[in-house]
């Protein structure tokens, strides 16, 4: 079945560097999504890409659209403490979610 | 603008019991998707329900069935509980099918 690959699967990093997370698939997508995770807590949307080749930021976030439809990737520049969490990445109109990438920020 | 919201919070049941889990969509959402999360996995697609039919549904089994109401809220309801299916219940609604989908802050459901 479809499926995303997500990675890294964590990452752990010093306050004020920048992060880079990818997804890619197998299969075409006409819509690719990241979202924020806390603990116990349902998924936050950061961005939403509808075109391929898009480049959307949200403040210090940065996500792109594949050119091929099968892949996007998120920056995260200058982190700060509160960027600690899950990130995952989603596609398709019914949502296919990676396995999620953790990051934690030493402050 | 009210977003998602979901009741219960928690749940505890036993094998062989059946849950129901409620959503409530964002103002002006038609549609509604649930999603299954287990522990350190990424949401799991169960249905989608726009204008109270079924629009969709995912790998899982008919004891999961759901219901969408005319105001677009909607139910979850899960028969004949199994250890498996202890999990966080993600409710999302969104404008029409295939738009952008807010999540609510999820039903922890734990079933010994």
């Known amino acids: 079945g479809q499926q995303l690959n997500q990675s890294p699967q964590s990452m752990f990093i010093q306050e004020g560097e920048d992060v880079s997370m990818n997804c890619t698939s197998s299969?075409?997508?006409?819509?690719w999504l990241w979202y924020k995770q806390d603990p116990g807590e349902g998924p936050v949307l950061l961005i939403a890409?509808?075109?391929?080749?898009e480049l959307t930021s949200n403040g210090r976030l940065t996500a792109q659209f594949g050119i091929t439809r099968k892949d996007s990737f998120l920056n995260i520049s200058a982190s700060i403490p509160s960027d600690v969490g899950i990130y995952f990445c989603?596609?398709?109109?019914?949502?296919?979610f990676g396995q999620g990438t953790e990051l934690s920020v030493k402050p | 603008e009210t977003g998602v919201t979901q009741s219960p919070t928690h749940l505890i049941k036993t094998r062989g019991q059946q849950v129901t889990l409620r959503c409530s969509s964002q103002?002006?959402?038609?549609?509604v998707s649930w999603y299954q999360q287990a522990l350190g996995q990424g949401p799991q697609f169960i249905f989608q329900?726009?204008?109270?039919?079924?629009?969709g549904r995912g790998n899982f089994p008919p004891r999961f069935s759901g219901l969408q109401f005319p105001n677009y809220s909607s139910e979850l309801n899960v028969n004949a509980l199994e250890l498996d299916d202890s999990a966080l219940y993600l409710c999302?609604?969104?404008?029409?099918?295939?738009?952008?989908?807010?999540f609510g802050p999820g039903t922890r459901l734990l079933v010994l």
């Open positions: 999302a609604s969104s404008p029409f099918p295939s738009e952008t989908q807010y």
């Open positions: 299969s075409i997508f006409n819509t």
């Open positions: 890409l509808y075109k391929a080749g």
């Open positions: 989603a596609a398709g109109g019914k949502l296919i």
């Open positions: 103002s002006g959402h038609n549609t």
């Open positions: 329900y726009y204008r109270e039919e079924e629009n």
